[in-house]
């Protein structure tokens, strides 16, 4: 059974750091492509970011590049998402997903960006 | 810019046959599109029910069927369910490994 575990959400300062991390298990992960997903408040889903299975190419939405950088350890089975220069709407449930498609879903984290 | 189309809202008689669309706002959909779509209840996570236009999510039933409508990507559910009721939202490969939402729509079954 695939499952999908995301930590490290919390409270950031505006222009600050935080990174979310998603702990992969139940399918072998470095064959798969992951990605980020994010959610704000009573608002719908946006597409953040994806990388290959070997880590060695990556993809951002347009809201998010030159911040925030995804990276991936496959032998810890590890997603990550760096996240800098944090602002407001960057608040959001951030979710993990499996492949390109986001097949499988992990239960989010919440990063909130206040002072 | 190019943004992903869903209706905003959409109404089904239970038992009843829906077809929500998801559409680019320039240019078509397309098998290259990629088209998924998932649904969403309030305070839970996204669930998968449509990939690569077609393919059902394991566990999905037979009532939910995506496809290409013209220019645009649907998803119809038949025989729909109280608990159809639910965000519905389309995902399109756009380009360059890059993915986008549409804004989703709300289903009511009444």
């Known amino acids: 059974e695939v499952q999908l575990l995301e930590s490290g959400g919390g409270l950031a300062q505006p222009g600050g750091s935080l990174t979310v991390s998603c702990a992969a298990s139940g399918f072998t992960f470095s064959s798969y492509a992951m990605g980020w997903v994010r959610q704000a408040p009573g608002k719908g889903l946006e597409w953040v970011s994806g990388?290959?299975?070997?880590?060695?190419?990556?993809y951002y939405a347009d809201s998010v590049k030159g911040r925030f950088t995804i990276s991936r350890d496959n032998s810890k089975n590890t997603l990550f998402l760096q996240m800098n220069s944090l602002r407001a709407e960057d608040t959001a449930v951030y979710y993990c997903a499996k492949d390109q498609e986001c097949i499988d879903w992990g239960q989010g984290t919440l990063v909130t960006v206040s002072s | 810019q190019t943004v992903v189309t869903q209706e905003p809202s959409f109404s089904v008689s239970p038992g009843g046959t829906v077809t929500l669309t998801c559409g680019l706002s320039s240019g078509s959909v397309s098998a290259g599109s990629y088209s998924s779509w998932y649904q969403q209840t309030p305070g839970q996570a996204p669930r998968t029910l449509i990939y690569s236009t077609h393919s059902r999510s394991s566990g999905v039933p037979g009532r939910f069927t995506g496809y290409i409508l013209g220019n645009k990507a649907a998803l119809t559910i038949t025989g729909a369910q109280a608990d159809d009721e639910a965000d519905y939202y389309c995902?399109?490969?756009?380009?360059?490994?890059?993915?986008?939402f549409g804004g989703g729509t709300k289903l009511t079954v009444l």
């Open positions: 990388i290959s299975g070997r880590g060695d190419s990556t």
């Open positions: 995902m399109l490969h756009v380009g360059s490994g890059i993915w986008m």
